[in-house]
Structures are given as C-alpha cells and as structure tokens.
C-alpha cells in the first residue's frame, strides 16, 4: 500500500512542491474526500475550488475527488502525508489514530448544544490550538467545516439507552466513539464510510451513527427502518494541507489560497443546519424511515447514560481540554 502511494507521489512531484511545475502550467492541488458532492463537505470543496481557480487566475487548479474515489476513510491521511494528494477534508475523529487524541474531544457525546457553543471552540482559543498540533505530523490544517449533529438509524427503534444492548453499530476508528456506544451496550463496528450501505443492507451492522445529510445521501434511510432525532453528537471536518507542498507555495498564491478557504468555509457552515434539515425532509418523504423525537425525559436519560463516557476519556483526550471545552461553551454537564 505505501509504494503505491510513493509511486503515486512521485508521479505528481511536478506540483508537489507548488513552484516546481513549469511556469506556463498550473499548480494542481488534488482534494480528495469521502462523502457526496450535495452534502455540506461536498459543496464547500467545490466552492473552494471555484474561488481558488478564480482568485489566482487558473494559476491553481483544484481537483476534487467526492465519494471515496481515490481513498477510503482508512488511507487518505497516509496518502496526504506521503504527497500523493495535497489536501483533505477529513471528519475529526480521524486524527486520533493519528496519534492527536485530542481532536477526539469533538466524539464526545453531548458536549455541544448548539452551534454557537460549537463554534465558540473551533473558532476561539481551543480550535487554534489543536490546529498547531498538526504540523509536527507534517500537516497544515486550514479550517474546522461543519456537517451538523447526529442522529440515530437501526432496524429496531432507539428510544431508551437500553434498546441499544447487543446491536452492532458502525463507527468511525475513535475510541470516544468506541465507548460511547460500549456505554449504550452497544457492540462497535470500525467500518470505512464507503461500505456502510451495504453492510446495513446485508445485515453486517444493524445501525450507524451520522447526520442527516450522508444518511440521505448515502440512501441509508433505505435499508434503515428507524431514524432517532438524538443530536447526540456533532460531525465536522478539518481542512488539512501536506505542510511540505503548502509551506512551498508561492506567498502571493497561499495567501489568495487562504482567502477563498476562509469564504468557503463562511459559505459551508452557513448551510449545514439548513442542508440537513432539508436532508431530513427528504427522508421523511420518502416514508421508507420511521422517525423517533424523543421526550424531553427519554433525552435526559441518554445523557445521563452517555455522561461517563466525558470521565472515561479524560485520560485519553485530556482532562484540562475537556475543561477548556466546557469553559468555551458555559455548559458543563
């Protein structure tokens, strides 16, 4: 696997260090991501690709690649660090495999309310910080991008923590994530995003985790008969870069670079609730899910059921930034 990314990096080493291409051709930056060109991710890449091949005047050229075409869930950080693409969008809880637990603080169950308390973290103090832990890794990250807030999908309907016991659900690789549904009784299944339809299909999981948007776009809301309004969980993305190409950038093109990532992710994060909740709609039309609100009494009892997981993870995350986090948001549990 690693030769064929070596070989690969090779083959691109015209662009990959940004001012080694020939000075009539363009800066290629190849952006690979998992999920559906019409979710929230989706469109932010291509809004930044619009903006940066506009802004530097077809100097850059941005390639986007959706839905897992050039790498699953599992290879594309590799793939980024060895230069083989030069910037990704993956979900947060990627980074902990990565040895960056930190980033693990996001997988916590209940942590964030809303998305003002979200984003007084990624956009404050907290979010800065743990964007400067990823260079010694050999990573620039850009910017946090939102998806929204979890719901629930199985087979069977979710409404007590104790409905979870003995189904198998799909997880990101995240030990947060892990414990979260080991707490709900739950057995975790680490699955890459790609064979999530049709694990659920064949009965291999009996449910996931996600927002509403990759649950439509992904059509899991058909071979899903129950979805939970849990908003258990919040999904985002850090918008990373390989530091070795984007450290040798030109100035003038990183800095209008910058610019159209700042816009794209304005752009990005002010349609992900509504993209959702269209999203949302869509399933209910298509009356192939039930859909479960739970009682404000059902609500309590799965954080209540979910709150141990925060004293779980202190000693992999962090004690003090799950502090930080709570001090951010005023909304300790």
Known sequence: MKM???????CLSTVGM??????DEPIVIKFSHVVATDTPKGKAAEYFKKLAEERTHGKVKVEVYPNSQLYKDKEELEALQLGSVQMLAPSLAK?????????????????FDNYDDLHKVTEGPVGKS???????KGIVGLAFWDNGFKVMTDNKPLREPADFRGHKMRIQSSKVLDAQFRALGAIPQVMAFSEVYQAMQTGVVDGSENT???????????????LTLSNHGYIGYAVIANKKFWDGLPADIRTTLEGAMHDATVYGNDIAKKENDEALQ????AHTTEIIEL???QKSDWRKALAKVHRQQEGRIGKDLIQQVYQATGKPL
Do not use: W
């Open 212 to 226: 509403p948007s990759n649950v439509y776009t992904q059509r899991m809301h058909e071979v899903q008969k129950y």
């Open 282 to 285: 869509k399933i209910k039309d």
């Open 95 to 111: 980074f902990g495999p990565l040895g960056l637990k930190e980033f693990e603080v996001f997988d916590l169950p209940y942590i």
């Open 4 to 10: 064929r990314y070596l070989i690969a990096a090779l």
């Open 18 to 23: 940004g001012g080694a291409a020939r000075a």
């Open 295 to 297: 009682t404000p009494e």
């Open 130 to 136: 743990l964007m400067g832990k990823l260079e010694s």
